[in-house]
């Protein structure tokens, strides 16, 4: 492994003479100077292991809960906007299904007052057939020359009649729009997904980028010392050392 020696050093012009004669700072070690090392500045590698953060555990905090395993690897300051997109997300979502459901609660009280249809224990298939047949007759009739006799309603819970087509067709859309806005709750699921993910994928960026730096810093060792001329100290020198 090689060994790379990074040296800085700071001097302190502690002499009034040589400040009254403009020495350059060079002047300070163009002689012989003695060097007294002061005490290293020493780093508890095990508590640095110790603090190191999990990937595994940031990625998986996060697809949890978008910004948790940010937090985790000390970064919130991005995860933040994940955990409040997340929350956003499902606010919009809750509302696309509560829009959805009245619109459908709408269609139906209209269609029970102008057809004198019944939505108990029926499908959404039984709506989608109040809003393009006038009557139960013309719906079967319908089935019958398709050859859809399993299709045909007999039961008299399933009877319908419209008092006019202009009705019909303002339950019909409003059942249109009721579909159209719970189709579109569905993209934004896909978003949330997406949020996870990415968040996911930040989280266990800044976890290793955490670890890198504990490893960087594990490997410095700095060193000080004095810089001596006789028993004057003219000087104090540091070494930064590495390891790569």
């Not at 007759?137 to 089935?143: H, I, L, S, V």
């Amino acid at each position: 492994m090689n060994r790379f020696l990074l040296a800085a050093s700071f001097f302190c012009l502690c002499s009034p003479h040589l400040l009254a004669q403009n020495r350059p700072l060079s002047a300070l070690v163009t002689g012989e100077y003695q060097e007294r090392v002061l005490p290293s500045m020493n780093y508890d590698n095990s508590n640095m292991m110790e603090s190191r953060k999990s990937v595994v555990l940031a990625v998986v905090a996060s697809l949890i809960l978008p910004g948790m395993g940010e937090w985790y690897a000390g970064s919130f300051e991005s995860g933040k906007y994940n955990l409040m997109a997340e929350g956003g997300l499902w606010l919009t979502y809750s509302g696309f299904r509560l829009h959805a459901d009245w619109l459908q609660e709408d269609a139906r009280s209209f269609a029970k007052l102008h057809s004198g249809a019944s939505f108990d224990n029926k499908d959404d298939q039984y709506s989608v057939n109040i809003g393009n047949f006038s009557t139960t007759d013309e719906y079967n009739q319908a089935k019958l020359r398709n050859r859809e006799n399993d299709l045909v309603y007999t039961a008299g819970q399933y009877q319908w009649q419209w008092d006019t087509d202009i009705n019909r067709n303002q339950f019909k859309e409003l059942r249109v729009r009721s579909a159209e806005v719970k189709n579109n709750s569905k993209f934004i699921i896909a978003a949330v997904v997406v949020n996870h993910l990415f968040s996911a994928f930040s989280a266990g960026r800044r976890a290793a980028a955490y670890n890198k730096s504990l490893s960087l810093l594990g490997r410095l060792d700095i060193q000080t010392y004095t810089m001596n001329i006789g028993s004057r100290i003219d000087g104090v020198g540091v070494n930064f050392s590495t390891k790569f």
